[in-house]
Every structure is written in C-alpha cells, then in structure tokens.
C-alpha cells in the first residue's frame, strides 16, 4: 500500500522524534515505499537487561517498503537492519562503502548474509517517481550523507538531513558542498527540510572543528611522559585517527582497547579510511601494558556496565591496573542520562590514583552536530519553503520550532512525532496528521522480542523478589501437604516466618475446598502476598507450583 491518490507523497518517522535514537523515516509515494535509516535505541538502567530496543515494524508491513536507504553508520541509525531483513528479506538496501561494511559485520553476526548497494556522492538512486540524491556532511562518523529526494514533477523535493555539522577546517572529509545543493534545489517549487534539532539548546552556536581537536591532543601526548588513556566515541574514525597520528609523531605505541574500539578501527582500516602506517598500533597481549610508553584508546565512554573503560577503573582488566600518574581523557561527552554511570568512572579512576580530563577542562572533543549558527547556513542554502525539526527528544524539536520561527520566518515550520504522517498533496499543500505512537519493541539474548506481559514481569520480579511456593497434588487433602517454599530477592529475615508461610498455606487447604487450581491459585497468592507485607512491608511477587 502506498499514499493516497490525491497526495504526491508521505513522511512518517516510525523513530527518532521525540527520543535520541532509533532514527527511522518512511516515504511512501503513489508507487512506492522507501525506509530511511533503521536505527536502535540503547536502554537506559531501568530496561532490565535488554540489550536494545526498536520501533514498532507493524506499519511498514502495509507499505511493503522495497528500498533501505542508509544515510551513516551509527547505531542509531543502522542497528535494527537485521530486524528489517527479516522482516522484508527482499529488501534493497542502500549505503556508503564504511557503512556497508559496518553493515555487513553486524549481519555476519546474525548469521544473515545480503547485497550491499553502494550508492556514489551526488549520483541519482533512480526510483519511478522520485530520485534520491546523497550528499556528503560532516558528522561524528566518516561519510555522512544527507538525503535530497526530488519528485520527478520538479515541483517538489526534500532533504532529509538528521545528523550533520559542519566543518571547513577538518582535515579528513571535504565540508559539505553547499552550491551544489542551491542548484539542484532551485528548480523545485516547494522545498521540505527535515534537520537535525540535537544541538538546538547548545551553547555552542557554531559547533567545533574536528581539527580543533587536533592541537589539544598533540599537546596532552608531547606533555605527559605517562600511560595516557583516551576514551572516545568508537565510531569516530577522525578522532581515532588524530590520536593515532599524535602518538606516532610523539614516538608513542597505540593500544586499541576493548571490542568496539577495535572493530571499528579495525573496519576504518579494511575500508581504506586509515592509509597510514599502522605499525605502532600493537595489542595489549603483546606488550608491557604497564609501559609509560602505552597510548590506549578505549572503549566505555559512556560509563557502560560491560566497557573496557569501567573494567579498568574498578580495578577488574586482565591487562590494565589504574597506576599513580595513569591520565585519562574523555575526548567525548556523556550522551543524556549517562551522566551519573560517566561520573561515577571518574570517581572510581580518582580513587584508583589516576587523573581525569574532560571536555569541560580543555577542548578534548568536538559535536557531531550543528549548532544554531550552522543550522541558519543549511536554511540559507537549501531555501525551504517547510521546515521539519527531527532528531531529537520532544523539547528539543520544540525548540528547534520556536527557532526556525525566528531565525528564518520564510518558511513555516511543522511539528511532528513518530507515527504523524506528513502529507505533500498535489496542490502541494503540506499537512501533518497526528497519530498515536506505536510502542517500541525490546530486544534480548539473540535478537528475541522480549514482550509487554515479560518485560512487566521482570520489573515486578526486580524491584520486589518472588516467593515460590511448590505443593504437592496428592497432599492437599491431607492435615500437613506436602510444600516447598523458596524466595529470590527476598530479604534473608523472611526465613524466620518460613513456618508461618507453611502454616498459611495448610490452613488455606483445610479451610477452602479446590474448585479449579487456578481460583485456588490466585487467592493463594493473595494470601501469601498479604502476609509477606505484614513482615516486609511490601508484597513480593508469588508463584505456586502444584506437583
Ligand atoms: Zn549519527
């Protein structure tokens, strides 16, 4: 199915407004359905063990989307592919050669296998109705693109642009051609911009250069004869490149640490993305890791419970033990609620005997993306008639509204959410319909959708223990039945009232007469969990087991 007849075409985000994460876009023309991006969301604390979660694929099953088009290789935007595979196994996908490689990792990882088109810089996919023009940005991540889809009725087009900054002094990409965007725009009558609204609340109006960095990580290396430690965002190959390059002018070995770090040098590596020399680059299995000689780059940036980094800081590496002296930079910054798991490494490193430096006490990291200044260049370029505030949590695409109103009055801005559904109609009238969200699925273990009634039992289970009560069939009629009862995440106090449980349950037998096992069952339960609150003072979960 694809959009009504009366429209030329739709947008609905299925992720990545109103949250940071699970970017993912559907364009849906008379004909046909691409998907942009497909990206996970990474649990916060609370989510009991998932290890990611995705949008709701249910309304892409009506649209039948034969096209995936990557705009960059984050998580947050390629993470769910093997989720879309499965679920649409005849899908084009579409990306940039680093990308494609990173895609093809994660599903020989799944044990999935699939064509990668590669799509060039500024040469046209060719669909019936529209094509789709990739243009190169600058971000935290090599080969970026945004997305100029233009109607072959030259009356519309749109550039979907969700992660971008950009960067005239970077060293290592080209900045974004912004000429060729006023040209290829210029012959379309109606122009939407969807952009990014991640930076909108920064104080940094105009976001840092990556060779900004440059300079400070120079110095740090040329400055401390000891174990430098640097932790960064993984993905970031510049960022890599830069400390890879500083060490070896300061005559300084490179141990890549802890699996993303590597798989992702190792990736930028393969892809041709790193030329240079890499023979400093050496393994912790193969050198004195207590050497003062030792630059590692690794992984954790974010206080993650299973990164190297938070391995290293309590004390529980195999190969690296906090020593006096030991310097640690965070050329990162905490994503939006991982502030407290960042300071709480920092604190463990200070007490280990090491030195922490942050963003806040040099320029040690620069933003992936634009700022309020940069966001004004794409408006001017890109001359839209409709602006769309994307990527981002709700008051951040709120306040990129409030600001497009200011800053670039021209166009009228629309506020959406995933799920709304835009509409361009063939007077090219735009509409957003609303629409309620659809909610996200969590995925545990081998990529297994962990259901809504499992996911509630775990958080009852976590926040409460359970009590397990096993009886006896042929002992219930009986004066004393048969029964087990054991607890888990229950406080070591309850024992004393084990007796006291035993007895509950016995006198629920001789008193009630079995009419079905599940009414005997649940008022049970009410039962124990009653009794449990008089000790407790809470009521843990109960589960009983007739044998
Ligand atoms: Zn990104």
Known sequence: MTTKNNNVFS??????????????????????????DCGILFPNEDSFGVNYIIPSLEILKEHEPKHLIITHGHEDHIGAVSHILSEFPSIKVWSSPFSSELIKRKLSRDKLNKKIEIFK?????EFSEFSVTPIHTNHSIPETHGLLFKFKSKKVCFLLISDFKFDNQTPYEPPMDLEFIKKEVEPFEKRLLLVDSTNIKSRNTKTFSEADIIPTVESIIKNNKKRIFFTLFPSNIFRQKTILNA?????????????????????????????????HIKSAKSIDC??????????????????????????????????KDDLFIFSSSPIPGNEKKVSQIINKIYEAGGEVITNSDLLIHSSGHAGKED??????????TDIIPIHGESYLLNHHKKFIEEAYPKAKSHLMYNFDN????????????????????FIHGKGIPLDKDAFR?????????????????????????????????????IDQYK??????????????????????????KIEVRKMCNQFLGYKPQVLIHFI
């Open 11 to 36: 947008i609905t985000p299925i992720g990545g407004l109103g949250q940071i994460g699970s970017n993912m876009t559907l364009v849906s023309g008379q004909e046909e359905s691409v998907i942009i």
């Open 121 to 125: 810089e500024k040469e046209n996919i």
């Open 247 to 279: 060490s070896k002018k300061f005559k300084r070995n490179v141990i890549p640490y802890g699996k993303s770090v590597e798989n992702y040098l190792q990736t930028a590596i393969d892809t041709k993305l790193i030329e240079e020399s890499t023979s």
């Open 290 to 323: 207590d050497s003062d000689k030792n630059i590692i780059i690794i992984s954790g940036c974010q206080g993650d419970f299973k990164g190297a980094l938070r391995r290293v800081a309590v004390g529980e590496d195999a190969y690296f033990k906090i020593k």
């Open 375 to 384: 966001l004004k260049i794409i408006y001017e370029a890109f001359s839209p």
């Open 422 to 441: 835009l509409v361009i109609k063939n007077n090219l009238e735009v509409k957003v319909y609303k629409n309620d969200p659809i909610e996200n699925i």
């Open 457 to 493: 039992q775990r958080r009852k289970i976590a926040s409460m223990g359970v009590v397990f009560i096993s009886l006896k069939i042929d002992t219930l009629n009986r004066k004393k039945i048969t029964q087990k009862i054991d607890f888990l995440g229950v406080p070591q106090i």
């Open 499 to 524: 007796e006291k449980l035993e007895n509950l349950v016995n006198n629920h037998f001789n008193k009630n007469k079995i009419r079905s096992f599940e009414k005997t069952e649940e008022n049970l």
